[in-house]
């Protein structure tokens, strides 16, 4: 019917018959449809459209992105679209929209967000994990991020799943736990040793190796030199320093 309607060959009335059923005579047009019906029946399905480049839907889906960002896609194309969705041109990356999605698909089925635990996985995701770090990350995510989140109420706020705030150790508290480490092992610290206090494993000789460097470089304060001088024999920036108690 295209080809004899372009070579002039279709009668008035079957032009008009096939008008009223919104016939698509550009038959590069009608193609662009029919991707575009894809396109919203994954839409439909999944609720994003990152789909994988490596499938049909996933290539064409490519393509307009490339045009998009090129400013070659018409203004008709683009807003069916972003009619479809906001976010076809996946500004956080499609691995991000997918996991995104799993989650919201999972809570809108009906289960409790406080219910999630380390072992649950969707699709093969462990979806925790990557909850637990855009939330750890929350003040470095694009506020659009952090919109969509929001609407899963899934804040630090309000997600149980946000660790607590680990006090950073002051200079003077890490002093203390080198000067715990010399009275156990009666020896300074090797570059890479760790002492364990309390459970937690505490880079004692990395650490004191830092600080030694920065007091050769003039960069380390005069309080900080104060405190670690009264732990060791002279010069404690040298390797070599022993410590007060083996004097």
């Known amino acids: 019917m295209r080809d004899a309607r372009k070579a002039g060959r279709l009668e ?50 490519a393509e307009q992105r490339h045009l998009a960002a090129n400013d070659e896609l018409t203004p008709a194309r683009a807003e069916a679209l972003n009619t479809l969705d906001p976010n076809w041109c996946l500004p ?28 649950i996985r969707i699709a093969g995701v462990n979806i925790t994990s990557w ?12 506020p659009g991020q952090r919109d969509l989140l929001s609407t899963l109420n899934l804040t630090p ?3 149980p799943l946000v660790p607590p ?22 020896r300074a610290p090797t570059a890479r040793e760790m002492i364990n206090v309390d459970g937690e494993r505490v880079q004692i000789g990395p650490w004191l190796a830092k600080a030694r460097t920065k007091k050769r470089g ?30």
């Open 92 to 119: 956080y990356g499609a691995d991000w929209h997918r996991k995104y999605h799993l989650l919201r698909a999972h809570l809108e089925a009906g289960n409790d967000p406080s219910a999630l635990t380390p072992d």
């Open 218 to 247: 003039g960069q380390l304060p005069a309080e900080h030199d104060s405190l670690l001088g009264t732990l060791f024999e002279g010069d404690w920036a040298n390797d070599t320093a022993q410590p007060v108690a083996l004097a």
């Open 165 to 186: 705030r680990r006090t950073r150790r002051t200079f003077a508290q890490t002093v203390q736990l080198l000067e715990l480490f010399l009275h156990r092992e009666g």
């Open 12 to 61: 008035a009335d079957w032009t008009a018959e096939l008008d009223a059923l919104d016939m698509i005579w550009d038959k590069h047009d009608a193609a662009w449809r029919s991707h575009l019906t894809s396109a919203i029946d994954h839409h439909y399905a999944h609720g994003h459209l990152a789909v994988p480049a490596a499938t049909p839907l996933g290539a064409w889906l």
């Open 157 to 159: 706020a309000t997600s």
């Open 131 to 142: 909850l637990t770090r855009q939330l750890t990350r929350w003040t470095t995510l694009d």
